[in-house]
């Protein structure tokens, strides 16, 4: 790893770049605060930035770009604010979050271009809202959430994305507005095994699948 470290109060990461390094650009784990701001993670071999076990973590802006595995990874976190990162050409996902304890926001990213998903949450117990992103490009779906307490997707732009445009599987509640999903290559947005659904002002037009697709709800 570029940056290791175990056990630590707080954390901050500044304008730091983590570029080649044969596993982690930077890992962190069981930390009680994280602050990451304007850092670049580029060309690692396994992920850009991977985070495990953390109470509070604030991410703003960065670029997460060719990394082996996943731009920004992050598991096991309690509250989270990411604003404003790029995320692209890595070979997994641009950024994928598993099991949010309380609530997330991802909000201004851009993830484009990535082997995988674009933006991929996993067991959230918590709301998780997604604003504002542009996700396009990927080689699979572009947003996706499964088992997710609430998902929401907020004002987005989803568009030419190998899979599904927008994802959600097992949520008991996933909520869609404002946004606009377009070309992607199968379902514009897809709903499986949701207890309720909300679609709110939202266009979803030229995807090669239906617009809007709801199983097992």
């Known amino acids: 790893n570029g940056v290791y470290s175990m056990d630590c109060e707080a954390v901050t990461l500044n304008q730091l770049?983590?570029?080649?390094?044969?596993?982690?650009?930077?890992?962190?784990?069981?930390?009680?605060?994280?602050?990451?701001?304007?850092?670049?993670?580029?060309?690692?071999?396994?992920?850009?930035?991977?985070?495990?076990?953390?109470?509070?973590?604030?991410?703003?802006?960065?670029?997460?770009?060719?990394?082996?595995?996943?731009?920004?990874?992050?598991?096991?976190?309690?509250?989270?604010?990411?604003?404003?990162?790029?995320?692209?050409?890595?070979?997994?996902?641009?950024?994928?979050?598993?099991?949010?304890?309380?609530?997330?926001l991802v909000k201004d990213a851009e993830s484009y271009n990535n082997g995988d998903i674009g933006i991929r949450y996993k067991d959230s117990l918590g709301k998780i809202n997604t604003q504002y992103a542009k996700v396009h490009g990927n080689a699979n779906s572009g947003i996706y959430g499964v088992n997710c307490e609430n998902m929401v997707v907020n004002g987005c732009e989803v568009y030419e994305n190998a899979g599904f445009g927008i994802n959600a599987t097992d949520s008991p509640l996933a909520n869609v507005k404002y946004c606009n999903v377009h070309d992607n290559k199968d379902i514009g947005v897809r709903y499986s095994g949701c207890k309720k659904i909300i679609v709110t002002d939202t266009d979803s037009c030229n995807n090669v699948n239906a617009g809007i697709y709801a199983a097992d709800c």
Request: aromatic share 4%.
């Open 17 to 104: 770049i983590a570029q080649s390094n044969k596993s982690n650009g930077a890992s962190l784990n069981n930390t009680a605060t994280i602050k990451a701001a304007n850092c670049t993670f580029d060309g690692n071999a396994a992920n850009g930035l991977r985070m495990d076990v953390v109470n509070k973590t604030w991410v703003t802006n960065g670029v997460y770009s060719n990394n082996g595995e996943t731009g920004l990874a992050m598991s096991n976190v309690a509250q989270l604010s990411v604003k404003g990162p790029v995320l692209h050409s890595n070979t997994g996902y641009g950024l994928n979050i598993d099991t949010i304890n309380v609530s997330g």
